[in-house]
């Protein structure tokens, strides 16, 4: 049996979660144990470690216990936490948006390095959202880029702080979602320079070829592999967010069909595909004759996770 509440330490409900968790098959039983114990004391997990001996009281040992009954469900830790760390950015989480993937940061990565095609240019970004338009570094590209389907706003958030003269359309279908990247953006410093719109893909926006940069992770699971995702996934994150139909295409193949439209000639889409679609997901993009370069990027597990293309000069 458990020890009695006054002689939990620090260390000893560490190692007693751990083993809980194991037992109830969490995935990752010691880093949640940790997370979820610094976020109910209020300490880094460093802390964790400087002060192991240290008792909890009866209110810290509530607090802990009512998360980790609820990850021994299959709960995120993030949406425990309400956090989650991005290209070292911390985002808010809640099980209103999918939560921000290392994965995904290969396609901010890959949104980077295109967006150095792009130079200092007053004629296509009046940047009228940026309250300085004045951009005083010659080598940093100015922009309007356009995200579809943000959920918590990690790509064009991140894309903003790195683009510091770039202004960003967002868009998403869920309100609640929009609301979580909003907020995120505020607190982030970048909210007066995305513009969140609510909109079905490209529905809501004139095909009017602003956009230098155009990225999406949209839902891409397909029928097959949704019954084999882990409960953490397919019980708590938005299905909004992850089902891609019935070969997990059928929102990119939408988008594929019109994004062109709406890039600037030489601006990029850059698309996130689960594994194996990234030849398929190629090929819709050759097929629409409107790129001159597709090319497709490899994440850290060396999994194709990014298809990226550039419209050509030619197609009006
Ligand atoms: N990478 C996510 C997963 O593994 C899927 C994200 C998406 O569908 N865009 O569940």
Known sequence: MAPAPESWTILKILRWTTDYFTTKGVSEPRTSAEVLLAHSLG????????????PLNQEELARFKALVLRRAQGEPVAYLTGHRE?????????????????????????ALEAAKDFKPDKKITPLEAHPGTQNPEPETPTFWGL???VGSGAIVITLA?????????????SAAALAV??????????????????????????PESRFALLAANLPYVPRAEWERLPRDIKDFEPRQALWGGEDGLSLIRVLVRQAHEYLMK?????????????PQVATLLQQTEAYDRVETIKDFNGIERVVRARRSDGAG
């Open 161 to 173: 702080r790195e683009l510091p003269y770039t202004a960003w359309v967002a868009v998403d279908l």
């Open 43 to 54: 300490l880094t997990r460093l802390d964790l470690y400087l002060r192991y001996d240290q």
């Open 86 to 110: 991005f290209w070292s950015l911390d985002f808010h989480v809640t099980s209103a948006v999918l939560i921000p993937r290392p994965e995904t940061e290969t396609l901010v990565a890959a």
């Open 266 to 278: 030489g601006g990029w889409v850059l698309l996130e595909v689960g594994d194996g679609q990234a």
């Open 181 to 206: 990247a909003q907020d995120n953006a505020s607190r982030l410093g970048v909210a007066d320079r995305i513009r969140f719109l609510r909109g079905d893909l490209l529905a809501g926006l004139r």
């Open 147 to 149: 995200e579809i389907g």
